[in-house]
């Protein structure tokens, strides 16, 4: 399924958007394709829920051959973008009364309690400020490496003292998080949860956080140094995490992306309330950064909401949303081959994938910033 069989195409002069802007993004990317900074990419935009573009590029690596043709009917793997996705499966948890942001780990994994954790919260989970960034994690796909990897983040001490500062963690934040959702639904596999409470009634058919689903062909990123091989977890260990294992179809994320946009709406129903939405995209230490840059000083604490990375008003530009978004855009990265962000205030989604990871990470965000305000300056009354 492409973008615009759900979203209906419309030229950008109709949608108030300059088309040479948007060409030019596209040109953008065909240089780097060019230069063999990527094999291929794919980008689209989405205003006012009609699709004004949807490009791919290049090919990418299916297990076999580095030469497949890519396309929007490719499967992809959203590495950390699946940090919203779960966020938003806790979201629903704590709307069904199961477990609070700021109920404490250990009240629904009491072993959590070890280590100095007693006072991390979920809130704290979500916002990378929890104190353990640095557990090393096993694979999640099986109910045997989810369960050695909980109790790994149980027994970790913790790092720095909670809430003080935030830094990125990049599976353990989320697989607490979801774990506590677990303990308060009776203990269902995560990939069943998430399809029951969330792709079932968004119609993201194609997520997943078990194995591709249907027979959609999947683009193997980082791209293996060597074939054959398979998508198995001894080989894409993020496979199932709930921070880094959700794959699917470029669609579902912006099936996604319009749900928070659309503050909870999507199909003609309410998924969540306008306030969940509302505290998931609010810079939770908004006042701890104001208060040091006032000071003169760096913030300890980047600016999350509960899953979501938040644009900011100076910035962060490294993440890729460039210097053109709205400040109160979201959005999340996925390694360095996946970007999505969402602008309230121009009413537009994007996406941006390449099919595989790129030598310098200086070089993907400059790319991703290109990408993103050329798709920016086509809004003409920014």
């Given at each position: 399924?492409?973008?615009?069989?759900?979203y209906?195409?419309?030229?950008?002069?109709?949608?108030?958007?300059?088309?040479?802007?948007?060409?030019?993004?596209c040109?953008?990317?065909?240089?780097?394709?060019?230069?063999?900074?990527?094999?291929?990419?794919?980008?689209v935009?989405?205003?006012?829920?009609?699709?004004?573009?949807?490009?791919?590029?290049?090919?990418?690596?299916?297990?076999?051959?580095?030469?497949?043709?890519?396309?929007?009917?490719?499967?992809?793997?959203?590495?950390?973008?699946?940090?919203?996705?779960?966020?938003?499966?806790?979201?629903?948890?704590?709307?069904?009364g199961?477990?609070?942001?700021?109920?404490?780990?250990?009240?629904?994994?009491?072993?959590?309690?070890q280590?100095?954790?007693?006072?991390?919260?979920?809130?704290?989970?979500?916002?990378?400020?929890?104190?353990?960034?640095?557990?090393?994690?096993?694979?999640?796909?099986?109910?045997?490496?989810?369960?050695?990897?909980?109790?790994?983040?149980?027994?970790?001490?913790?790092?720095?003292?909670?809430?003080?500062?935030?830094a990125?963690?990049?599976l353990?934040?989320?697989?607490?998080?979801?774990?506590?959702?677990?303990?308060?639904t009776?203990?269902?596999?995560?990939d069943?949860?998430?399809?029951?409470?969330?792709?079932?009634?968004?119609g993201?058919?194609?997520?997943?956080?078990?194995?591709p689903?249907?027979?959609?062909?999947?683009?193997?990123?980082?791209?293996?140094?060597?074939?054959?091989t398979?998508?198995?977890?001894?080989r894409?260990?993020?496979?199932?995490?709930?921070?880094?294992g959700?794959?699917?179809?470029?669609?579902?994320?912006?099936?996604?992306l319009?749900?928070?946009?659309?503050?909870?709406?999507?199909?003609?129903?309410?998924?969540l309330?306008?306030?969940?939405?509302r505290?998931?995209?609010r810079?939770?230490?908004?006042?701890?950064?104001?208060?040091?840059?006032?000071?003169?000083?760096e913030?300890?604490?980047?600016?999350?909401g509960?899953?979501?990375l938040?644009?900011?008003?100076?910035?962060?530009?490294?993440?890729g949303?460039?210097?053109?978004?709205?400040?109160?855009t979201?959005?999340?990265?996925?390694?360095?081959t996946?970007?999505?962000?969402?602008?309230?205030?121009?009413?537009?989604?994007?996406?941006?994938?390449?099919?595989?990871s790129?030598?310098d990470?200086?070089?993907?965000?400059?790319?991703?910033?290109?990408?993103?305000?050329?798709?920016?300056?086509?809004?003409?009354?920014?």
């Open positions: 399924m492409r973008p615009s069989d759900l209906p195409a419309a030229s950008p002069a109709q949608m108030g958007l300059r088309p040479e802007a948007l060409d030019n993004a040109a953008y990317i065909e240089q780097a394709i060019a230069a063999g900074h990527v094999p291929g990419a794919a980008l935009a989405i205003r006012e829920e009609h699709t004004v573009l949807e490009r791919t590029w290049g090919t990418y690596c299916d297990g076999h051959t580095r030469d497949r043709r890519f396309s929007l009917e490719t499967t992809n793997l959203f590495y950390s973008f699946s940090k919203p996705i779960s966020a938003t499966v806790v979201a629903m948890a704590v709307e069904r199961l477990l609070g942001w700021d109920d404490p780990v250990s009240r629904h994994v009491p072993a959590f309690a280590g100095g954790k007693e006072a991390v919260t979920i809130r704290h989970l979500l916002t990378h400020s929890a104190g353990i960034p640095t557990v090393n994690l096993p694979e999640a796909v099986t109910e045997d490496g989810w369960r050695a990897g909980v109790q790994a983040c149980c027994e970790h001490p913790l790092e720095w003292p909670v809430g003080s500062r935030s990125y963690h990049g353990s934040g989320l697989l607490m998080a979801a774990e506590c959702v677990r303990q308060a009776g203990n269902p596999a995560w069943d949860l998430a399809r029951a409470w969330l792709f079932e009634p968004l993201a058919e194609s997520l997943s956080f078990a194995r689903r249907g027979d959609a062909p999947v683009a193997l990123t980082p791209q293996p140094a060597d074939l054959p398979a998508l198995e977890p001894d894409y260990r993020l496979m199932g995490h709930p921070a880094g959700c794959m699917g179809l470029l669609v579902d994320i912006h099936r996604f319009w749900l928070h946009l659309n503050d909870g709406l999507a199909n003609g129903a309410r998924l309330q306008p306030e969940t939405v505290e998931m995209r810079i939770q230490y908004a006042a701890a950064i104001q208060d040091a840059r006032a000071a003169g000083r913030p300890a604490h980047e600016p999350w509960l899953g979501w938040l644009r900011d008003q100076l910035g962060p530009h490294w993440f949303y460039g210097q053109r978004t709205a400040p109160q979201f959005g999340h990265a996925g390694i360095d996946v970007l999505t962000a969402a602008d309230p205030r121009a009413r537009l989604t994007l996406s941006f994938l390449t099919t595989d790129q030598e990470p200086e070089q993907v965000t400059r790319i991703r910033n290109g990408v993103t305000d050329r798709v920016m300056e086509a809004v003409r009354q920014y």
